[in-house]
């Protein structure tokens, strides 16, 4: 055991002013919400290799990874989110078994979906980064 939380890493992907939101199909206390692309990081895999690794299964598309959004954020009862921006720069970002929709929010729609309670305050963080424009 490596000690401390086990760290679950998201991508604020981000397109102009355009953010996407994935909806998760499992488990049933948390399907149907929405979430940033991501996962759990694997032992001794570094946090933004597991990102990368994460959009690539779950998207299928590879990602570059901008600016750390915040600092933890809290998945209760002991988990934390880390998330940073990003950009897609190969492929087109499609759903797979993980999500049953993908969606790109427009500037001014990013609260248009029902995201998971953990990501609202970050989704709020990436709109402060992103600027006035989203
Ligand atoms: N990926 C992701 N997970 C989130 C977010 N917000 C949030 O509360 N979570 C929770 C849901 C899950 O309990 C946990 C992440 O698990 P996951 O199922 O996405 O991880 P994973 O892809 O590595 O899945 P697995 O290997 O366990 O199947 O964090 C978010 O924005 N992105």
């Known amino acids: 055991m490596s000690g401390g939380p086990l760290v679950v890493v998201g991508a604020a992907l981000l397109d102009g002013g355009r953010l996407l939101a994935a909806r998760r199909t499992g488990p049933p206390a948390l399907a149907g919400g929405w979430e940033l692309p991501g996962g759990k990081v694997d032992p001794g895999e570094g946090e933004r290799a597991a990102l990368v690794r994460e959009c690539r299964e779950e998207l299928g598309v590879e990602v570059e990874l901008l600016q750390r959004v915040g600092g933890d954020w809290p998945l209760p009862p002991s988990a934390v989110l880390r998330v940073w921006t990003a950009r ?11 999500h049953s929709e993908l969606r790109w929010l427009d500037p001014g729609d990013w609260y248009g979906v029902a995201w998971l309670d953990a990501d609202l305050p970050v989704v709020r963080a990436v709109q402060a980064l992103a600027g006035p424009a989203a």
């Open 88 to 98: 897609v720069v190969a492929g087109v970002p499609a759903a797979g078994p993980d």
